[in-house]
């Protein structure tokens, strides 16, 4: 490959509200350099696509309802998943931030914020940066 390519980054959506999942989806899809490799809305489909497909960032919304991304954060490492991790979320509490981040994640992204810059979060996160919202 040229080094002027620029590299894949292969996504997997893990949000357990469907509209928002596949809107996201298909304004990432969008992206140049962007593959929405996969969606899917439980931990258990999320670990199971971890097995079969090679991710480089999970975007992570934090609350799944009967479950939360901590569990996620904690599943994929046991699996040895080596990619990114972005919390996309509508809130979070600076100890929860602050636990999440002590884990291992990239970054904090908030959905209230607009689709450009989560692309700008992820290809950051991509780059090494840790992104968290100037509000966390």
Do not use: N, Y
Request: hydrophobic share 45%.
């Amino acid at each position: 490959m040229p080094e002027t390519a620029e590299k894949i980054v292969h996504i997997l959506l893990l949000d357990d509200h469907a509209l928002f999942r596949e809107g996201v989806g298909r304004l990432l899809a969008a992206e140049p350099g962007f593959d929405v490799a996969a969606q899917c809305g439980t931990i258990k489909e999320a670990l199971q696509i971890l097995e079969q497909k090679s991710i480089d960032v999970v975007l992570l919304d934090f609350d799944l309802g009967e479950h939360d991304g901590r569990e996620f954060i904690r599943l994929a490492k046991a699996q040895e998943f080596k990619g990114k991790v972005l919390v996309v979320t509508a809130a979070l509490d600076q100890g929860a931030t602050t636990e999440l981040i002590h884990s291992g994640i990239s970054g904090v992204f908030l959905k209230r914020d607009s689709a450009s810059l989560l692309a700008q979060g992820i290809r950051d996160v991509m780059a090494g940066k840790v992104w968290l919202d100037q509000e966390q």
